[in-house]
């Protein structure tokens, strides 16, 4: 199940967010940078909107579970490696500041180092960023960009 906010929206479509598809949620969410909601640094601005498109990394998400195979994108790799990705992207490569790009290529880098460089997981990653439009090409980051590693976070 990929909404969220279900025992708080009582009236349709009863949920809050739908992170498989952010269009459908109590209020319509962009689901791909070219909706992006440039929104002012305030709390009334969402600080930037980082509630509103937040919705972006969280469908490029489930694409990688999921929806690549549901939605004839690609092939997705499961919940379990999806997991597996972002956690290393984010207790290895992430910071607070980190952008959307940043995102992009550290869960790339994620999925290399667990599965390898052209893996069918690689391959997944790179076609979710792609079709929420969170691409390389569009913001003029060299291939060869690989995130330097941050301090890792213990499990415990």
């Known amino acids: 199940d990929w909404t969220v906010g279900e025992e ?18 109590l209020d319509s969410l962009p689901t791909r940078m070219s909706e992006y909601r440039n929104l002012p640094n305030t709390e009334q601005g969402d600080y930037g909107g980082v509630h509103i498109n937040m919705s972006i990394p969280s469908r490029a998400c489930y694409l990688i579970a999921e929806g690549l195979t549901a939605e004839g994108l690609g092939t997705s790799i499961g919940r379990e490696k999806t997991e597996e990705i972002f956690f290393r992207a984010l207790t290895t490569y992430l ?22 460089e052209g893996s069918t997981e690689v391959s997944a990653v790179e076609a979710a960023w792609d079709a929420v439009e969170v691409t390389e090409a569009d913001v003029g980051v060299p291939d060869d960009q690989t995130p330097t590693p941050t301090e890792p976070v213990s499990r415990a």
């Open 95 to 116: 910071q607070a500041s980190s952008s959307f790009l940043d995102a992009r290529v550290a869960t790339l880098q994620a999925a290399e180092d667990l599965y390898g």
């Open 8 to 25: 708080v929206v009582l009236v349709s479509p009863g949920y809050l967010r739908n992170l498989a598809d952010p269009a459908l949620g």
